[in-house]
């Protein structure tokens, strides 16, 4: 079976080889430290080790309650923001049928995501939404406090129980929360939901092998067996008795550090296949908020090509070069259609005549980079054989060492956030919340 694969040759023009080569012991070392546990960040290191995430008997639960689901709803709303959200959005939007929600032969529940904003007319029109359908909540988050998805969940759970009642309302909710702490938990055992742990060990923006992603991914429908899988295999490719050379995560890490330390201060994901959209989403909070501290770190952003080269495109090929990037390449599309020929020929393309659409996706993929380099852009090319679960569960655990491994050249610690609290204490002041009288004073001579 194939592997994921990272090709760097189209940095060399760039970077000199041996600078990424210099970095290997650094690399080998970081590697090491997310098994040893000997750098900053080392009791968020849980998902290192992906089979102690997920037992036999762990996955069977997990399964069980997505086949109930399967039977009986036809809405799951995920509520939870960041990490809580965004891995179980990227694996399912990049699995599933693009138009799977207009299809009558649609055999699964419609997973949708509340929680992740704060927006008015969303949450009406989400609402409205489910006055017509059967659904169920899965509800996301250790404390239970957090703004964004608390203020979701204390709407819905009143609408569930107005809709179902209590009893048959506790039954439709899923907690997944701390093991013995916080609101969330505490509500759970007092109406009797059914829960998930989100370990203690585990960061947001790592636990998509977790329940966190895994129940609402098997509740779309989709393998999480292989999923996990993927992942595993990813690891014995990783891990630390892996030689560092042939270790595509600390190859990737290598090679961005390099960048960086070059003048390269933004990467750009690109992706050539439409269901990646939210894997990059996913990728921007994992390497953002990992690395972006201390006044450090490359600013993560993403293109969805082709339809970006026509927005974006102008600004990348001749805008400031401190832009590189990565691109995601799927070898193998899981269907085949070809291009018709056209008698008149209007729009010029009857060259193309009996090509499949991914040779001319893959054409412009070529060239596209071939022109980015020509116009002084660095490119990472990472390829995977198809999208399929197995495959992405790979991708997941690779971006998730790479990001460790990087974070560590760096010199920050990848597995905290500290910057994330200062928008929430504002916002508490201005809101009137107890005990942020002095702050919304301040902050008021400001306004």
């Not at 000997?38 to 997920?54: A, H, K, R, Y």
């Not at 203690?200 to 977790?210: A, I, K, N, P």
Request: proline fraction near 3%; glycine fraction near 8%.
């Amino acid at each position: 079976m194939e592997n994921l694969k990272i090709d760097l040759s189209k940095i060399f023009g760039f970077v000199d080889k041996s600078a990424v080569d210099a970095l290997q012991e650094k690399a080998e070392n970081s590697n090491m430290a997310l098994y040893n546990k000997t750098l900053p960040g080392n009791d968020f290191l849980g998902w290192v080790n992906v089979t102690n995430l997920n037992t036999a008997d762990h996955i069977k639960r997990i399964s069980e309650i997505a086949s109930e689901f399967k039977s009986k709803i036809d809405i799951l709303v995920v509520i939870g923001i960041g990490g809580s959200y965004l891995g179980s959005k990227a694996v399912i939007e990049a699995l599933s049928n693009s138009f799977e929600s207009l299809s009558k032969k649609r055999k699964n529940p419609v997973v949708v995501f509340a929680g992740q904003n704060i927006g008015e007319d969303y949450t009406n029109e989400l609402v409205e939404i489910l006055n017509d359908y059967s659904y169920a909540l899965c509800v996301i988050s250790k404390s239970g406090t957090t703004t964004e998805p608390a203020l979701a969940f204390r709407i819905l759970k009143q609408h569930i129980e107005n809709k179902y009642g209590k009893s048959e309302a506790a039954q439709r909710i899923i907690a997944v929360t701390d093991a013995a702490k916080g609101a969330l938990r505490k509500l759970a055992a007092e109406e009797g939901y059914r829960t998930f742990v989100i370990q203690d060990d585990v960061g947001g923006r790592y636990s998509v092998l977790t329940p966190v992603g895994l129940l609402p991914i098997a509740v779309a429908g989709f393998d999480i067996s292989q999923l996990i899988r993927g992942a595993i295999d990813m690891e014995t490719l990783t891990n630390s008795t892996a030689k560092i050379e042939n270790n595509p995560a600390a190859i990737y890490a290598q090679a961005r550090n390099v960048l960086y330390n070059s003048g390269f201060k933004t990467e750009i994901l690109v992706n050539y296949h439409p269901k990646l959209q939210y894997l990059s989403e996913w990728w921007k909070q994992l390497f953002g908020e990992s690395e972006g501290k201390e006044n450090k770190g490359i600013f993560p952003a993403s293109v969805n090509f082709t339809a970006d080269l026509h927005s974006m495109g102008q600004y990348i090929q001749e805008g400031q070069r401190t832009i590189f990037e990565t691109v995601i390449s799927v070898k193998n599309q899981n269907t085949n259609r070809t291009v018709p020929n056209d008698e008149a020929n209007l729009d010029g393309l009857n060259f193309l005549t009996g090509k499949r659409i991914d040779e001319v996706n893959k054409m412009a993929e070529l060239g596209t980079l071939l022109a980015h380099v020509d116009g002084g852009v660095p490119n990472i090319r990472i390829e995977i054989p198809f999208l399929n679960e197995y495959y992405i569960g790979q991708l997941l655990y690779f971006f998730e060492k790479s990001c460790g491994i990087s974070g560590y050249i760096l010199g920050v610690n990848p597995f905290d956030q500290p910057g994330v609290e200062a928008y929430k204490k504002n916002m508490f002041a201005l809101l009137g919340k107890p005990g942020f009288e002095k702050e919304a004073d301040e902050l008021r001579k400001r306004i």
